[in-house]
């Protein structure tokens, strides 16, 4: 409602005083306030804040009358009465010198400001004003409370009087009543009247006058409180009637609120007891209670001491208190508390230190509420009056606190119900986000008004209803609009602002006129002719209807009320404006689709019907009135209304709904009587008028039931016209804002049976729920409420210790206003099923499934219900708990609301929880039936804590395998890590589970993902590659740490023969992609492995099936033969470059590689020089991508593969695969464009080179395959290694795979297997694929001599026995020999075969050194 704002103020003081202020008072126009000092009166003026006049007492009046104690302003602020001590009243008079100012503004040369327009020194300077004594009373008592009554004076003294004395005639108008001969009783009702005859010394201490109760509120110096009314016109004795409020024997103070006819009275324990009066009896009826709370205040909550002062805003809304002991808050008018300064950095420095609350002499609010006056009592001990050296202005106690506030609080029909506007002294605060939130997740129904006539700016979504989600909650900060100065200047304060539905376009009032701005063009718009504007002065308030703004206003030319309606685009004239005039009043104004209610000063109702005209170049509107309904009967006094809103909210008693278009129609009035809400519905009991056979019009002519009371203490209430079919129960509901009770929602029931969907009754049913922020907004379909809440930041280290007393940045903290919003839809679920209506609330919670918080709202509602019943300490008789169960079940998000309720409550609330939403092991089996593994994790961490650790593993073990199945890898590491806590009794820490799985990559190994195998890393790589020992070093990080230990534990090998497990599975599914991506992920041992499988699992039993699965797997296309017979341009060799020649003459790659694994020397000169053929464009592009290895890697190798790419014709898919990094690729073609110049190729030609293009698969899958190719001859799995080299088609992987069968002792079993499989693989290609066949010719040499193996093998194997035990021995020889035999491939004999070779050989060095680079620092690549 109201928000502190930035630091308070402190005033400056012209004049030499050694006194201390300690009364302050504004007059009632809020334009000037007097402050009181013990010997002088003066008169400031609010804005700016300057001293006019002061009156200064001679010494010996001053020592006659007493020191000053209170002052009362006259209505009219023509005089001033002030008391003294020794029981005097002063009358002062204040004549105005006319047009005579104090202070004159000075403005730059060439400013826009005019002398010449009206009220135009008025406003902007402190007009000239005296103070003169007029009269002296003398009223022989010392005068406890002074108070103004309409035209007179109404003084207490300390003997027991009460004086009514006449601002006019003082003299012979003078009456005193003796309080003891007034009655009191309970009520008006009771006959036995009792009296305070028997307390002689009983009088008044406090009192103040309400003008819509016609009494006032009394506060006796014992402690009583009560409400002396008069029961006639005549103010005597025998007149005057006092109820009791019967539970308050220790109040201190009272304040009134006219507008909600409350009593606030504060007492001594603290609190604030707040009364009203019941209109029946009489009797005083208690409202609420203002007091702070343990919870919130736990060390000062019952130290404040008694309450000193309560202030009640200008406007109703907010009541300020402040105790003995100081301190300040800000309370709504129902009890919402909105602001203290007891906590938080108003109480505490920044170093934690307690600072002295402020205490609080007097207050009073300034105009509109946007300044609380204060008069510091704290200082006067503290702070010296002295002048100091430049003779300046000296600082005294008055501080200026500065509030902005909801413009709810002075328009409250502000027509738009979805926006959050706040209105301060010279600025708007907004909550529509940025310009760049264009998106809308929100279809709402468009109103069908002129939708092609709008702008369609930044914030515009294309609903003219409602803005997006992402627009309204937005972030933190708001949207501030500096309000126009030059308006500001001569209409200051600004008293009303509205905001259109869109959030583009809002429209501030200040004390004439108006003005409008657009947060699309960032421009004001102002009156053109000042004199319209000046003589227009707003009274009911604004609102938007479209592009149109509409309000109430008074004419001062002409005496006359009208409602007028000024077009948004066209320039602010009275000529494009549409102007009814009004009979009474305007006090309040609102609109309803296309009617505007008004309600005016003679307590009735007024319906318009507002239409769109477009004529000539601006559209207009015009109004035509429909229906008044007078309300005098119900409404005591029309001041008392706080808004008025026509809904489409109805009962439903006995309506049948024979025409859906009913549903959106102006159904009802919502009148809200000083904190009652009234409804009026439209009386449908008649006979009904049919639209066809009559104009539309007349249907709205339907008269008014009798007024229903739907709910007390509502302070504000949201409803929407839109319609939405599938969040009924949310857009037709009422919702009420009811202060320190929280809010309601007027909810209807439907029925669930939709057969006949006219025919049915529907109710409503009022739900009360508890929100933490104070509600400015409610977004219907979004179930959200949306509010502001003051923060605050400490800057009192930016001050030294020696000057800090005196700055007001280190005794307050910086007070800021922050948006915030809140989930609300759970309470009312809760509600529903508290009242058995779980039907409804099912059909309420599928209509906002797709909430993206939804699930938080599930989860909220369990938490709360099991929070309040588990920490009971009373027996619950009927729980709510297995109902809340219950009802989450019907959603699929059962299982994670249930399991993230449990992990954010303690252990100790477990059991109940889990007695009520089922067994955790059942809810565990039932994730890994949903596939939900990530949920299942977080039900382990509940299991280890409730089961013994044989369940936690066996429930670990079935989600490990199944992560392991589904390729979870983030999960799998997780659980190596969980079984080992389990095993090694860690059960105490249980590990976190994510909760969200890391995104990793099934179908790739990832340290390939940033580099391309190529030849251009340094020769001294290779040669270390070379002359290793094959060990693999595991990635260190959480998958690493399992290795690391003692690989003889028994939780050890448990985990690896599930690894193994799975492996062996995969390699019998041959799902050799998987594997890859499985050890890559877990750091699984895969050589070390596959030399133990090497005779089982890792043999090829089918290679033609796994050759096929390969293809399919990697998505590698099946080799085709052309269609034209002729041969590849390049398997022929007719077109060898003299790059390539002289490479192949020079140093064949086989002497090449050979060098480096024989020879242990360093190599970088002859390698140098092997470069050294390509042409110069090469060696240009080679020095420019020196800069980092990385980059090296991505230049150079597509230009070396696509040297060595000629003359073989199956290898184009390596060469021409270009690297990620494709900042070079032009530079790349044009260097092969110049390789091959000396080409000539033909159309035929060309499309064979594509067609080879085209039977290589993706990068990243030949990437994947020789890495495995690698891998596998690591582990000497042969056969694996011939499929691979058959789907690659690289004959030198057969030939190096023949030669290692050679040159070792090979087991028999596998050269039989590779011959049968190369058979079988023949045959395949013969009938079903005869693209390998040409590859298969290519390597027939080479089966050859495998036959003549396999023979030798036979006639020596045939004695001995099969030793198994020789297996997984030659793990450990199994490198070198690979290598020594590797180092003698034997060249093949034909032309094509060698460059074949020789291109294979590089590629095999580029694989093995790209695989060196992966297996020597998996650290830091893997994890």
């Given at each position: 409602m109201y928000f502190l704002s930035g630091w308070p103020k402190r005033l400056l003081c012209p004049l030499e005083s050694l006194e201390r202020p300690l009364h302050i008072q504004t007059d009632p126009q809020r334009a000037f306030f007097a402050v009181l000092f013990p010997s002088q009166l003066s008169i400031w003026y609010c804005r700016p804040s300057v001293l006019i006049v002061s009156y200064k007492e001679l010494s010996k009046a001053a020592s006659q009358f007493g020191p000053y104690k209170q002052a009362e302003w006259r209505p009219d602020s023509t005089m001033i009465a002030v008391s003294t001590a020794n029981g005097y009243i002063l009358f002062f008079e204040i004549p105005s010198a006319r047009d005579k100012y104090l202070y004159e503004p000075i403005y730059p040369k060439g400013s826009p400001h005019l002398k010449g327009t009206p009220h135009y020194k008025e406003e902007q300077c402190a007009p000239s004003l005296n103070l003169e004594m007029k009269k002296v009373l003398d009223l022989q008592a010392s005068i406890t409370s002074l108070q103004s009554m309409l035209e007179d004076l109404l003084v207490a003294t300390a003997d027991g009087f009460l004086h009514l004395i006449h601002w006019d005639g003082m003299t012979n108008g003078r009456k005193a009543i003796n309080l003891c001969t007034v009655p009191f009783s309970v009520d008006l009702q009771s006959s036995r009247a009792g009296s305070l005859m028997g307390f002689e010394d009983v009088y008044i201490r406090d009192m103040e006058y309400c003008a819509t109760l016609?009494?006032?509120?009394?506060v006796f110096n014992d402690g009583r409180v009560g409400f002396i009314t008069p029961m006639s016109s005549r103010f005597t004795a025998e007149q005057l009637h006092g109820v009791w409020a019967q539970d308050v024997v220790d109040g201190t103070c009272v304040a009134v609120n006219n507008k909600y006819r409350l009593m606030a009275f504060g007492c001594a324990n603290g609190s604030v007891q707040v009364y009203t009066i019941d209109t029946t009896t009489g009797a005083m009826q208690f409202s609420h209670k203002l007091e702070l709370t343990p919870k919130q205040y736990p060390d000062i909550w019952n130290k404040t001491g008694p309450v000193k002062l309560i202030r009640w805003s200008p406007d109703s809304c907010v009541v300020m208190v402040t105790w003995e002991c100081g301190g300040l808050s800000l309370w709504s008018v129902f009890g919402a508390q909105l602001i203290c300064t007891l906590g938080g950095d108003f109480a505490y420095q920044s170093d934690g230190a307690k600072k002295d609350p402020l205490k609080i002499?007097?207050?009073?609010?300034?105009?509109?509420?946007?300044?609380?006056?204060?008069?510091?009592?704290?200082?006067?001990?503290?702070?010296?009056?002295?002048?100091?050296?430049?003779?300046?202005?000296?600082?005294f106690g008055i501080l200026q606190f500065q509030f902005i506030k909801s413009a709810l609080t002075v328009n409250p029909c502000m027509s738009n119900q979805e926006q959050v506007l706040l209105q301060g002294e010279d600025r708007l605060y907004l909550n529509c986000g940025d310009a760049a939130q264009t998106q809308s997740p929100r279809n709402t129904l468009a109103h069908s008004e002129h939708n092609h006539t709008r702008e369609r700016g930044p914030f515009s979504d294309g609903s003219l209803d409602s803005q997006g989600l992402s627009t309204l909650l937005g972030h933190r900060h708001w949207h501030v609009v500096q309000i126009h100065s030059t308006y500001l200047e001569s209409n200051w304060p600004i008293r009303f602002s509205a905001i259109d539905k869109l959030g583009q376009n809002v429209a501030v009032v200040g004390k004439f006129g108006f003005a409008h701005y657009s947060l699309l063009t960032k421009k004001w718009k102002l009156f053109g002719n000042i004199t319209q504007e000046q003589t227009m002065m707003v009274t009911g308030g604004l609102a938007w209807w479209n592009d149109f703004i509409v309000l109430a206003c008074y004419n001062l030319n002409d005496?006359?009320?009208e409602l007028r309606i000024y077009l948004r685009t066209s320039n602010l004239d009275n000529a494009f404006a549409h102007i009814t005039k009004v009979q009474a009043n305007t006090l309040l104004l609102s609109v309803f689709r296309d009617i505007v209610i008004l309600f005016r000063a003679d307590c009735s109702i007024c319906l318009y019907s507002i239409e769109r005209r477009s004529e000539g170049l601006n559209p207009t509107a015009s109004i035509q009135i429909l229906q008044e309904v007078s309300m005098s009967r119900y409404i005591p006094h029309p001041f008392l209304v706080v808004s008025v809103t026509l809904t489409s909210v109805r009962t439903e008693t006995g309506i049948t709904l024979k025409m859906p278009q009913q549903a959106c129609e102006a159904e009802s009035i919502m009148l809200n009587l000083a904190g009652q809400l009234i409804m009026l519905q439209r009386d449908r009991s008649g006979p009904q008028i049919r639209d066809k056979d009559n104009n539309p019009n007349q249907r709205k002519h339907l008269p008014f039931c009798a007024p229903v009371v739907l709910a007390q203490s509502v302070e504000n209430?949201?409803?929407?016209?839109?319609?939405?079919?599938?969040?009924?129960?949310?857009?037709?509901?009422?919702?009420?804002s009811c202060g320190g009770a929280g809010m309601k929602v007027w909810l209807p029931l439907f029925p669930r049976d939709h057969r006949k969907p006219h025919s049915f009754l529907s109710r409503r049913i009022m739900l009360p729920f508890h929100i933490n922020i104070y509600p400015l907004a409610v977004l219907f379909e979004d179930a959200l409420v949306l509010g502001a809440v003051n923060d605050t930041v400490l800057y009192d280290c930016l001050y030294t210790q020696t000057s800090a007393r005196e700055h007001l940045e280190v005794l307050f903290p910086f007070s800021i206003v922050e948006r915030t919003s809140q989930i609300y839809l759970h309470h009312i679920l809760r509600q529903l099923l508290v009242r058995n209506l779980g039907e409804q609330a099912l059909l309420l919670a599928h209509s906002c499934a797709t909430l993206p918080y939804f699930p938080h709202v599930l989860e909220l509602m369990l938490h709360e219900v099991l929070e309040e019943e588990a920490t009971s300490r009373e027996p619950i008789p009927d729980p709510l708990l297995p109902t809340v169960a219950k009802f989450i079940t019907e959603f699929p998000l059962f299982l994670q609301t249930v399991v993230h309720c449990a992990r954010k409550t303690e252990y100790a609330l477990w059991n109940y929880l889990f007695a009520a939403v089922g067994n955790p092991k059942d809810l565990f089996e039932e994730c890994l039936m949903a596939q939900d593994l990530d949920t299942a994790a977080s039900y382990l961490i509940i299991l280890q804590n409730m089961e013994v650790p044989a369940v936690s593993r066996q429930h670990a073990t079935l989600?490990?395998?199944?992560?392991?199945?589904?390729?979870?890898?983030?999960?799998?590491?997780?659980?190596?890590?969980?079984?080992?806590?389990?095993?090694?009794?860690?059960?105490?820490?249980?590990?976190?589970?994510?909760t969200t799985q890391e995104p990793s990559s099934s179908s790739g190994f990832e340290f390939f993902r940033h580099r391309s195998i190529s030849l251009s890393q340094s020769a001294e790589n290779l040669h270390s590659k070379f002359n290793l020992t094959k060990t693999l070093s595991m990635p260190s990080g959480p998958s690493g740490k399992r290795w690391s230990k003692d690989s003889d534990c028994a939780e050890n090998m448990y985990i690896d023969m599930m690894l193994w497990r799975h492996a062996r599975?995969?390699?019998?599914?041959?799902?050799l992609k998987?594997?890859?991506?499985?050890?890559?992920?877990?750091?699984f041992e895969l050589i070390g492995w596959l030399c133990k499988e090497r005779a089982r699992a890792a043999r090829v039993e089918d290679f033609v099936c796994a050759l096929k699965k390969l293809h399919k797997d990697f998505l590698w296309p099946f080799p085709v033969i052309p269609a034209s017979s002729i041969n590849s341009p390049f398997k022929n060799g007719k077109y060898k470059t003299a790059v390539g020649e002289q490479l192949l003459k020079s140093q064949s790659t086989d002497t090449f590689v050979n060098m480096e694994m024989d020879t242990g020397i360093s190599n970088t000169p002859r390698s140098r020089s092997w470069l050294g053929t390509i042409s110069s464009s090469q060696r240009e592009i080679d020095t420019v991508s020196s800069h980092g290895p990385h980059m090296q890697d991505a230049f150079l190798s597509p230009l070396l593969s696509k040297v060595f790419l000629i003359g073989d014709e199956c290898s184009i898919g390596s060469a021409t695969d270009l690297t990620e990094t494709s900042s070079m690729v032009d530079g790349d073609w044009t260097m092969v464009d110049e390789n091959f110049s000396s080409l000539s190729l033909t159309q035929?030609?060309?499309?064979?080179?594509?067609?080879?293009?085209?039977?290589?698969g993706p990068h990243k899958s030949q990437v994947q395959l020789r890495y495995l190719l690698h891998i596998f001859m690591e582990a000497g799995c042969l056969d694996w290694c011939v499929v691979i080299g058959l789907i690659l088609r690289e004959s030198s992987v057969i030939s190096q795979v023949f030669s290692i069968m050679q040159s070792s002792d090979i087991d028999g079993e596998i050269c039989q297997n590779i011959k049968t499989g190369l058979d079988a693989v023949d045959k395949w290609a013969s009938t079903d694929c005869p693209g390998y066949k040409p590859f298969l010719s290519i390597i027939k040499p080479q089966i050859q001599k495998l036959n003549e193996i396999v023979e030798e093998q036979v006639q020596p194997e045939a004695f001995q026995p099969v030793n198994p035990s020789k297996v997984p021995e030659q793990a450990n020889p199994r490198a070198e020999e690979s290598r020594t035999s590797s180092s003698h491939g034997t060249n093949p004999q034909s032309d094509a075969g060698s460059s074949n070779a020789s291109r294979h050989e590089e590629d095999k060095a580029k694989t093995e050194d790209e695989d060196s680079f992966q297996e020597g620092s998996y650290d830091c690549v893997v994890s």
């Open positions: 016609d009494g006032f509120a009394v002499r007097s207050m009073t609010w300034g105009s509109e509420g946007y300044h609380l006056w204060v008069i510091d009592g704290s200082s006067s001990s503290n702070m010296k009056l002295e002048r100091n050296a430049n003779n300046e202005a000296q600082q005496h006359q009320e209430v949201w409803t929407t016209c839109r319609i939405n079919k599938q969040k009924r129960h949310l857009l037709e509901a009422l919702w009420l989600l490990f395998n199944t992560a392991l199945e589904q390729g979870k890898w983030d999960l799998c590491r997780h659980m190596i890590r969980f079984l080992k806590a389990i095993g090694s009794g860690e059960t105490e820490t249980p590990p976190t589970t994510p599975r995969l390699l019998e599914e041959i799902k998987d594997l890859g991506c499985f050890a890559a992920q877990l750091g035929s030609e060309l499309e064979q080179l594509s067609l080879e293009l085209a039977s290589k």
